[in-house]
């Protein structure tokens, strides 16, 4: 499995997190031979007609591009803060609308480790807040899995923004980490 792209920025009141999907190209031939005959079934169907066929073939059509298109093109852009998580993906031609999820008391993020048979280890981050109550939920997780190294770089610019949250509320001086 390829590492796929990662990119982290930060303002000092957000996290930029730009997640791009690095698939093989094997994979990519497949779904596109997929989408070819599916499209000729379609238009066998249209031409000798058969509505029902027609039918069935359009909509797996169109689910096959959608996700051939994530496939291709597919990234995913998060912005965390600590109030809340804003994510929207991106599909090369189109994307989708931003969706917000309000974070509770505080916000821990988990590595869950993926099966995988390859050199690099890749996790998916799962994103968990504690509400009113103080239970555990998952407010979002990841579509694109990334390295250990770039989610401990997730982990370490997360406590940067809760830190400089703690000396705001408490009128502390600024922590600067050398």
Known sequence: ??????????????????????????????LIFLNLAVAGIAIMAVTEGIPALAIVSLLILLFLIRYS??????????????????YQHEYGFFKTAAQTNKIGKSLMVQAQNIYQSGKSKQVRLVFISHDENDFPEEIYHVAIPITQKNANSVVRG????????????????PIHMN
Do not use: A
């Not at 796929?4 to 957000?14: K, P």
């Open 1 to 30: 499995m390829k590492d796929n792209g990662f990119m982290i920025d930060s303002d000092g009141i957000c996290l930029f997190i730009t997640l791009t999907l690095k698939t093989h190209l094997f994979g990519k031939l497949i």
């Open 69 to 86: 298109l994530w496939n291709f093109y597919g990234k995913e852009h998060l912005t965390i803060n600590t109030k809340s998580i804003r």
């Open 158 to 173: 997360i406590n940067l923004l809760y830190m400089d949250k703690v000396t705001d509320n408490y009128s502390l001086p």
